[in-house]
């Protein structure tokens, strides 16, 4: 019987071995090319072996990594009678990068980490934990990507997906004069909180972004039932050419 296949073309091969672990699945990922045929035997989500020709394990995954071609279709089911392997893809996948050229990183920010609990499964050494801890203090990876050492780990993880840029959530406010306060915005508690969330810190400072460009940045803090309103005192906004009613965007700086 002829096997429908897919082309790799329009598909990540990556992304689409991760998608058949996450949902637990047993069979064999066939990948069919002129030079030889690649396996990945997975049982409940594990790998339990690799082959690409007389290439096994480790091995023949960074090779199809390296030219990730062909043609692809998936056994669902069956098990390798003999296989050489049961580890995550997690395991093989950051053993088979370490083996590949470097790259630059896509972005230069801060990260955040896409799943601790696939972190917290992982074993790493003290100075891979240090860069884990640095990533969640928000320190820009092109500080940490000095280190040759930590850019091969960031470049890893951006990689498998277990880090991605870290963006802050902008919110469209209208501007309010109050009276309550002296020298500090006040913004709603939930979007404060939000931001609390985006940049793991109480935020000082939010940047106002006018309708013509212009950008202020202010002392703020929280306010109960605000919703959609930034409150800035007089002595605030005479620093500024805002006005009561002004449309801006704000993010925490």
């Given amino acids: 019987m002829t096997r429908s296949t897919s082309s790799l073309d329009t598909f990540d091969f990556l992304e689409l071995l991760y998608l058949l672990t996450e949902q637990g699945r047993t069979g064999v990922l066939y ?11 997975l049982e409940a989500g594990r790998v ?10 480790v ?8 030219d990730p071609k062909g043609r692809f279709h998936f056994d669902e089911g069956v098990t390798h009678g003999n296989p050489r392997l049961d580890s995550t893809l997690d395991e093989v996948t950051l053993e088979a990068l370490e083996a590949m ?69 902008v919110a469209r406010l209208t501007v309010t004069v109050t009276r309550q306060v002296q020298g500090v915005a006040l913004v709603d508690e939930l ?28 002392p703020v803090r929280m306010s109960a039932n605000l919703t959609n309103q930034i409150m800035i005192p007089a002595d605030l906004l005479v620093r500024t050419t805002l006005r009561a009613g002004d449309s801006v965007l704000a993010k925490p700086v």
Avoid: C
């Fill in 191 to 218: 979007i404060f909180r939000r931001w609390k969330e985006d940049i793991v810190r109480h935020p000082q400072l939010v940047a106002l972004k006018a309708d013509d460009g212009q950008v202020y940045t202010l």
């Fill in 31 to 41: 990948v069919f090319r002129p030079d030889g045929q690649f396996q990945a035997w």
């Fill in 101 to 169: 050229p470097f790259q630059d990183l896509p972005f230069d920010g801060p990260a955040r980490v896409t799943s601790p609990q696939r972190v917290n499964r992982m074993r790493w050494s003290l100075k891979e934990l240090d860069v884990l801890k640095q990533i969640d203090a928000q320190k820009p990876v092109s500080e940490l990507a000095q280190d040759p050492e930590a850019k091969r780990m960031l470049l890893k993880l951006f990689r498998i997906g277990l880090i991605v840029p870290r963006k802050t959530r």
């Fill in 48 to 57: 339990r072996h690799l082959q690409f020709g007389q290439d096994d394990g």
């Fill in 59 to 66: 091995p023949a995954l960074v090779r199809l990594m390296n």
